[in-house]
């Protein structure tokens, strides 16, 4: 189940959005002039989320490294460009 709620009225309903989350699976949007602007999720889902990034990275990472191994892609230096602020 998900419901939309302002960040207002998430901010003065924290605890119960917390407990719906945590204990009945809910994920609650919060909105910021209309649009969703963040979520509360059940950290299981979170936690899903951040695995299955971790997989994208590494795969992504693996088909970098064969492509270079293979001759497909070549090394690109980094060149820092004249007159650039490090941030």
Known sequence: MTT???????RAELSA????????????YLTKHGHRAAAVVPAASAELLEQLEDLIDTRSVEIALANLDSGKDERVPFVRRSGANPA
């Open 17 to 28: 959005v917390t407990a719906r989350a945590e204990f009945g699976g809910e994920t609650t």
């Open 4 to 10: 939309e709620m302002t960040v207002s009225q998430g």
